[in-house]
């Protein structure tokens, strides 16, 4: 299995920094049928980039979606918008029962790797 492939969710805000939709990550880690387990791997992962020194507003930001229902009526739902290191700490923080997760790890681990010796470069 080559595990998700992050970059195809990757967005640049208009500064050109790049960032992640918890809602379209969902998907990938195996959680597409509930929110709310998705949710308790977040705020798992939100602890850990505490625990490591980072500043979570940093790199877990609450965000407001908008959805169309059948109807037409509009529904506001919460996601957030993650840094590489968010999803590298929610991939890590998964549920390791599922299939999708530790393709995720592996890859987030070489992503992770990759950025570090580019800084290193820099």
């Known amino acids: 299995m080559s595990g998700p492939n992050f970059d195809s969710i990757k967005h640049l805000n208009p500064y050109n920094v790049e960032y992640w939709q918890?809602?379209?990550?969902?998907?990938?880690?195996?959680?597409?049928?509930?929110?709310?387990?998705?949710?308790?791997?977040?705020?798992?992962?939100?602890?850990?980039?505490?625990?490591?020194?980072?500043?979570?507003?940093d790199h877990f930001n609450d965000a407001i979606k908008p959805i169309t229902g059948g109807k037409g009526a509009v529904q506001r739902i919460k996601d957030y918008y993650l840094?590489?290191?968010?999803?590298?700490?929610?991939?890590?923080?998964?549920?390791?029962?599922?299939?999708?997760?530790?393709?995720?790890?592996?890859?987030?681990?070489?992503?992770?790797?990759?950025q570090e010796d580019q800084d290193t470069l820099l």
Do not use: H
């Open 22 to 57: 918890a809602r379209e990550l969902q998907p990938l880690l195996g959680y597409q049928s509930s929110w709310q387990n998705f949710e308790k791997v977040i705020e798992k992962a939100k602890v850990s980039c505490e625990a490591t020194g980072n500043i979570v507003a």
């Open 83 to 114: 840094s590489r290191l968010a999803c590298y700490l929610i991939a890590m923080n998964g549920d390791p029962r599922k299939p999708e997760i530790a393709p995720a790890r592996k890859k987030q681990l070489r992503s992770k790797k990759q």
